[in-house]
């Protein structure tokens, strides 16, 4: 599912943000990413979605090779690869219902599919009852959960958290890890991005860790071994 | 394209607009000034035209003959001057008609002075109307050659004098138009430039989601053809009221001149100038916000 082959990302100045990684990750697998600040965490997730291109080194994602993939064929690539931001990345002026629908019609789906899968998605993260709020009547764990409809609405078998409970409250924060398992359980890879060692401690899942653009760490059932 | 995407894009366009108020007036205030001016010049121009090709038709060349010519010499020259191309109509002028002319528009009441007398007697003469006054000089060559011709009259000045100042009024409007075309899709440009920064995060999810550039172009470039859509529209409802005050105005104003001044009705006018118009303030739209676009929107 995802292939990380020797893979080196440098930028114009200082040391590579990423220095000759590999990575396999399975289908259906539940993995924690875990590193201090600068450990090159974030360059990787860039990398997974295409927003950059690595200096070299191989990596394919949903059987596409990103260092080869031309310019147009990238739109299609990120439809199979759902994302979930620590800031939610809503759009202030939609509501629940809308935010979620615009990840269809931006991929040009038809309305009657829009009709169909919006509302589905909604009760599948427990937000049936909040379609006509805006963002700004949502409390933290109430915001990832529509964003993680609008990650998932297009069915992607990839889904990318780059800390998602870094926002919230502990009670909140289990919430969404435990929408994140069931959603693995339903054969989503999920891949998340988290400093939470109580969460990565508890859940028992695939643990890498990073450190200056390294894995210094691949534990198939692991737990934190990095304190900020 | 959907039909929910075209709609989406649709809303998103006017959305924009919405978004930048100031920018978008100023960008639809710019455009109007310079659809407004081109129609204005157009008006101008069109009835220039007009006019010029109405004097045209007037100028003749009038040919006077030889003392004592025979009836069947003239008949003859009339029939070498009908073949010619440049020639578009021919009047023969009897002496008895110059004369009865010149008593109506110049003798009044004493025209019984001169009795029967004619003092105009030899004066018989073909007015030739030309195809275009530009030919005139190759005519009155040919007609000076013919045997049993006098004198050849030519009048080209006013038609000339008219299509020399046409063609400078074409040329200030162009330069003029040519500026404020440029000054519009710099502001359109601007203005696009604008909504995209205030869009960014939407924009940056799009890409994420896998909107493809089309997508996420589509609305800004949709927002320049709106604003160039009610730019070049407002001044033409604008012109349409102000064109019929003007025409009366100039035509009581310069009443003396009225046989010169015919204008062209309103209707005469807008068959053209509409679609040229929009065409013009849509294109502005479209080329200053693609090219905005392409440069701030690498999807």
Redesign the interface.
Known sequence: MIILDDVVKSYSTGAPALDGISLHVEKGEFVFIVGDSGSGKSTLIKLL?R?LAPTSGKIIVNNTDLSKIKH?K??????GVG?VFQDF?L?PDRNVYENVA??Q???????KE?RRNVPAMLSMVNLAGKYTAFPRELSGGEAQRVAIA?ALV?NPPILLCDEPTGNLDPRNSWEIMKLLEEINKNGTTVLVVTHNSEIVNAMQKRVITMNRGVIVSDERRGGYIYED | MRISTFLYTLKQGFKNIFRNKVFSLATVATIASCVFLFSLFYAVIINFQNMVMKAQAGVAVTVFFDEGISDERIQEIGDLIKERVEVSNIEFISAQEAWDSFKEDYLGEYVDTFGDDNPLEDCASYEIYLNDVSMQDSLVKYLEGIDGISKVNQSAVAATMLSSMNSLIAYVSLGIIGILFFVSIFLISNTVAIGITVRRAEISIMKLIGATDYVVRAPFVIEGMILGLVGAALPLVAVYFVYNRAVSYVRERFEALSSLLQFLNVHEVFVTLVPVALIMGVGIGLIGSYFTVRKNLRV
Not at chain 1, 74 to 79: A, E, N, V
Not at chain 1, 105 to 111: C, L, M, N, T
């Open positions: 979605l927003e147009s990238i739109p299609k690539f990120r439809r994302v990345r759009l615009f990840a019609i931006v991929i040009q789906k038809s309305a829009i609008r297009n």
